[in-house]
């Protein structure tokens, strides 16, 4: 997932979404992937998604290729796999690592460690 795109300022309601998750509202889209994914992490994919911007659509991939997600989702090491296309591409370090919030909190700490580190470079 490493990439230097560091010099990209921060949006404050990315950072705002980084560090809380959203606000929790009720979460009208069933979950399309409860077999592997808890409600809780798909009502914060739903939440990153209403970001707009790059995030917009995101919730709706996940629907249409829960398959690719699965297996990122999967991952013993899912912080070093690139995210399915077009989410590698089209989000930043920092924006991955909103992704991975939702997705796998336990994996957050080691692309903060990336971020910072790609940040401290420059």
């Given at each position: 997932m490493a990439?230097t795109?560091?010099?990209?300022?921060l949006?404050?309601s990315?950072?705002?979404?980084?560090?809380t998750?959203?606000?929790?509202?009720?979460?009208?889209n069933p979950?399309?992937?409860?077999v592997?994914?808890?409600?809780?992490?798909?009502?914060?994919?739903?939440?990153?998604?209403d970001?707009?911007g790059?995030?917009?659509?995101?919730?709706k991939?996940?629907?249409?290729s829960?398959?690719?997600?699965?297996?990122?989702?999967?991952s013993?090491?899912p912080?070093?796999?690139?995210?399915?296309a077009?989410?590698e591409?089209?989000?930043t370090?920092?924006?991955?690592?909103?992704v991975?919030?939702?997705?796998r909190?336990?994996?957050?700490?080691?692309?903060?460690?990336?971020?910072?580190?790609?940040?401290?470079?420059?």
């Open positions: 990439s795109d560091t010099k990209t300022a949006i404050p990315e950072w705002s979404f980084l560090l998750g959203g606000v929790a509202l009720e979460n009208k979950n399309p992937a409860s592997w994914l808890s409600d809780k992490s798909w009502d914060e994919l739903c939440r990153c998604g970001l707009g790059v995030f917009s659509g995101i919730a991939h996940l629907s249409g829960s398959d690719l997600w699965k297996a990122f989702y999967s013993k090491n912080q070093n796999e690139k995210l399915p077009p989410w591409d089209k989000l370090t920092f924006q991955k690592t909103i991975m919030r939702c997705l909190p336990d994996k957050v700490i080691p692309l903060v460690k990336e971020f910072v580190d790609q940040y401290m470079a420059q």
